[in-house]
């Protein structure tokens, strides 16, 4: 038998599964399966996806690709830093980095460093720099 855990949603399964299995005493016994930090990071980019809109995708990616055919005339990268303060109020922010994530899986840039965000709602964690692809 199969179930989730640590979903959010009751139909939702989580990151983590776990598998009950029959144990050395006749007893159930639960076995943890942890995913790759890859894996993880594409279930995650994956749910962002799902619950955007439409609009959502449309004008990060119409920001995105401005902001690829600028760096590619000035020969320079980009950041979620340069991108930001050109969206629109209202587009969720997850949704940002997801979109960079799906033009790398596409081909169209590539990562080249990290610096860290401008954004105080993010902790001044750190973001990555792109460069358009050739």
Do not use: C
């Not at 959010?8 to 983590?16: K, Q």
């Not at 598998?19 to 005493?25: I, M, T």
């Not at 790398?104 to 105080?120: L, M």
């Not at 709602?121 to 358009?132: E, M, Q």
């Amino acid at each position: 038998m199969t179930a989730a855990a640590g979903g959010t949603d009751a139909d939702e399964p989580g990151l983590f599964g776990a598998v009950v299995e029959q144990g050395a005493y006749g007893g159930p016994r639960t076995v943890w399966t942890v995913p790759s930090a890859a894996e993880a990071r594409d279930k995650a980019v994956e749910r962002v996806e799902d619950r955007a809109s439409d609009w959502e995708r449309r004008a990060i990616d119409e920001v995105l690709n401005n902001a690829i055919a600028e760096a590619r005339q000035a020969g320079s990268t980009f950041s979620a830093n340069t991108v930001r303060p050109r969206l629109p109020e209202g587009v969720h922010r997850p949704l940002i980095a997801a979109r960079f994530l799906a033009a790398a899986k596409a081909g169209r840039v590539v990562r080249v460093g990290y610096v860290r965000s401008t954004d105080p709602r993010t902790r001044r964690s750190v973001v990555a720099v792109w460069r358009p692809a050739q």
